[in-house]
Nanobody, 125 residues
């Protein structure tokens, strides 16, 4: 059983930066990993995904150019560097893992078997 634990959330002013981390434990880490987010009253939104070896990276349209996903397979950890944060980026951010996902489906939450508990990101004006 794979377990995912996120950290790094917090309160930041608009224009600032945060880096989220997600540590995976349990079964082998050779999975596609992703970040999703959910704000109150809104649907879950795809943020970014990265393949096992990091060769394939995907971003949601709203974060392209501002967020960067990366992974360290030695540490079984993925990261989300968030720059130029906006108030609309405020949400609970979730880490997710899937054994395999077709490229066209990486943004679909239902494709991911494992989820972390989430970490809150708050962006003030």
């Amino acid at each position: 059983q794979k377990q995912l634990v996120e950290s790094g959330g917090g309160l930041v002013q608009a224009g600032g930066s945060l880096r989220l981390s997600c540590v995976a434990s349990g079964r082998a880490f050779n999975s596609i990993m992703a970040w999703f987010r959910q704000a109150p009253g809104k649907e879950q939104e795809f943020v970014a995904a990265i393949s096992w070896k990091g060769g394939n990276i995907y971003y949601g349209d709203s974060v392209k150019g501002r967020f960067t996903i990366s992974r360290d397979n030695v540490k079984d950890t993925i990261y989300l560097q968030m720059n130029s944060l906006k108030p609309e980026d405020a949400a609970v951010y979730y880490c997710a893992a899937a054994s395999s996902v077709d490229a066209w489906a990486v943004s679909q939450p239902a494709q991911y078997e494992y989820w972390g508990q989430g970490t809150q990101v708050t962006v003030s004006f």
